[in-house]
């Protein structure tokens, strides 16, 4: 049995028409993780996620989730995985309470074994319980969506971009939540567009563009990757020119007594910069930095794909 949360082995998929969605991706997404999987729109995340929640069929590779392989184990599979969809589906008809009973039925969990009010309450919709779905905000029913993923409690979750058009209060409950299913062993996956959001809360992070893995790695690896840093200096005198030396990446002039230059962190430091600068006859007025995060690495690994 393997002993990753999902194995994925040289995963395509070809839709009628011949669009390409997925191009031989590989990775594993190790147990008891948050791993995010990110890229830009159309690079094939919502094809990879349904083909895990049974929904499309692949055209080729492998796929196990906890073990099972999905062609060959599809019952203990899909046991095996709550799915968060990225659009809201509901029968308006039914109360929340009904929803999840009937979820529950599905996956055949016996009556003794369903938690619909411990659901119910973890997602703040008791109030709601017996409410019309149709009545409910936007933001309720994605929640009544995530309790829905979790009615067989299996030891994945995987969101799709479940915070997209979210507001913030919701957007922070919903990561409270995914932080204590974490916390509990549950393996997360989820899709995002919020960089930050997958640099707060994700162990580990692949990348795909155009249906391909260009990263998968620890996140702090991955951020260790950009090594580009930015100072913005404030000098003592105008400036006509940005002056020159070997320890610039870049430099341009970006105000009256202000300079913008990049360096290599891996090559040089901030002393070594600042003092090309005065060596140069400049005094030092101020300084800001910024460090590089996730987007500049996102960014520049798409760029290159
Ligand atoms: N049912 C389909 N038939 C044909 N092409 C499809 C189908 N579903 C998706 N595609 C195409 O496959 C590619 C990958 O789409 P997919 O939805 O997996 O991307 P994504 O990374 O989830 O994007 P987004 O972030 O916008 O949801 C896109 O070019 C898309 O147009």
Not at 2 to 17: F, M, P, Q, V
Not at 181 to 193: C, D, P, R
Not at 219 to 231: D, I, P, S, Y
Not at 291 to 300: A, G, I, Q, T, Y
């Amino acid at each position: 049995m393997s002993d990753a949360a999902i194995r994925i082995e040289n995963l395509g998929k070809t839709y009628e028409g011949g669009k390409r969605a997925l191009d031989g991706v590989s990775f594993d997404v190790p147990r008891g993780q948050i791993f995010g999987l990110l890229g830009p729109n159309g690079a094939g995340k919502s094809t990879l996620i349904n083909i895990l929640a049974g929904l499309v069929t692949k055209s080729q590779g492998q796929v196990s989730v906890w073990g099972f392989d999905i062609d060959q184990h599809p019952r203990n599979a899909k046991l095996s995985i709550g799915v968060v969809p990225q659009e809201i589906i509901f029968d308006p008809f039914f109360t929340p309470r009904e929803a999840l009973e009937i979820q529950a039925g599905l996956y055949g969990v016996p009556r003794s074994q369903r938690r619909s009010n411990a659901l119910l309450a973890a997602m703040r919709l008791t109030d709601k319980a017996d409410a019309y779905a149709r009545t409910l905000s936007g933001g309720m029913k994605r929640r009544l969506l995530v309790a829905k993923a979790m009615v067989h409690s299996p030891p994945i979750l995987v969101l799709d971009e479940p915070t997209a058009g979210v507001d913030v209060e919701l957007r922070q409950q919903l990561w409270e939540y995914v932080r204590e299913l974490h916390a509990e062993g549950v393996t997360i996956v989820l899709t995002t567009h919020y960089l930050e959001e997958a640099e707060q809360l994700c162990d580990r992070i692949a990348i795909i563009n155009h249906g391909k893995v260009v990263a998968n790695e620890p996140t702090r690896e991955l951020l260790g990757r950009a090594q580009e840093k930015n100072v913005v200096v404030t000098v003592d005198r105008d400036v006509m020119a940005a002056p020159e030396a070997s320890c610039f990446e870049q430099i341009a002039v970006s105000g009256e007594r202000q300079l913008t230059i990049t360096y290599r962190k891996d090559r040089v430091n901030a002393g070594e910069v600042l003092g090309a600068l005065q060596a140069q006859g400049l005094g030092i007025v101020d300084v800001t930095t910024r460090d590089p995060d996730l987007e500049d690495v996102f960014l520049s690994l798409v760029r290159q794909a």
